[in-house]
T-cell receptor, first 115, second 113 residues
Framework: GAGVSQSPSNKVTEKGKDVELRCDPI?????LYWYRQRLGQGLEFLIY????????KSGLPSDRFSAERTGESVSTLTIQRTQQEDSAVYLC?????????????FGPGTRLLVL | AQTVTQSQPEMSVQEAETVTLSCTYD???????LFWYKQPPSRQMILVIR??????QNATENRFSVNFQKAAKSFSLKISDSQLGDTAMYFC??????????FGSGTQLTVLP
């Protein structure tokens, strides 16, 4: 597939459990972004990766959230000790190069439900 | 910091008619970029159209065009000859020196047969 892929598509978990979400960017895309979309709302920026540079974590809402990316490949977003307010769709996007002018291509998202 | 405002939570239009979705933004930057994304029920965010702020000419993509009013910080999307497949949530977004996109709250567009 040529697009951004994410897994799982849906995830139901119990409050207090840890979850890991995966994103496969488009091959050759150096920049990768994570966003959160709460029900009926717009997207909120979480974190940005560019190559081997230090990530921009300015959007992470708490220290329970973390993300990793190795080089220009797969990224994982981890939420520890999940809370009900973490329920949302988590969207990943990638772009060919960094910079505000670059078009971001989105994956289908992971819908997370915390019971 | 940038902010993006969409004041129309819901809109509807008859098939084949024209509809305009509004968006205003605020930024202190000189170089920035504006986007309209479409999100159908499948959740997939799809780029509809983009505009570079330094370009005066309004962007067009087939049935989609924008009215970019830089002084008023307005960036509206016009959809001509609306089709049933245009039914979706539409998000206005901006980017600049910060790489990430800043999104508005969205407008749910329903095209009626």
């Amino acid at each position: 597939g040529a697009g951004v892929s994410q897994s799982p598509s849906n995830k139901v978990t119990e409050k207090g459990k840890d979850v890991e979400l995966r994103c496969d960017p488009i091959s050759g895309h150096t920049a990768l972004y994570w966003y959160r979309q709460r029900l009926g709302q717009g997207l909120e920026f979480l974190i940005y990766f560019q190559g081997n540079s230090a990530p921009d974590k300015s959007g992470l809402p708490s220290d329970r959230f973390s993300a990793e990316r190795t080089g220009e490949s797969v990224s994982t977003l981890t939420i520890q000790r999940t809370q009900q307010e973490d329920s949302a769709v988590y969207l990943c996007a990638s772009s060919l190069a960094p910079g505000g002018r670059e078009t971001q291509y989105f994956g289908p998202g992971t819908r997370l439900l915390v019971l | 910091a940038q902010t993006v405002t969409q004041s129309q939570p819901e809109m509807s239009v008859q098939e084949a008619e024209t509809v305009t979705l509004s968006c205003t933004y605020d930024t202190s930057e000189n170089n920035y970029y504006l986007f309209w994304y479409k999100q159908p029920p499948s959740r997939q965010m799809i780029l509809v159209i983009r505009q570079e702020a330094y370009k005066q000419q309004n962007a067009t993509e087939n049935r989609f065009s924008v009215n970019f009013q830089k002084a008023a910080k307005s960036f509206s999307l016009k959809i001509s000859d609306s089709q049933l497949g245009d039914t979706a949530m539409y998000f206005c977004a901006a980017s600049g020196s910060a790489r990430q996109l800043t999104f508005g709250s969205g407008t749910q567009l329903t095209v009626l047969p």
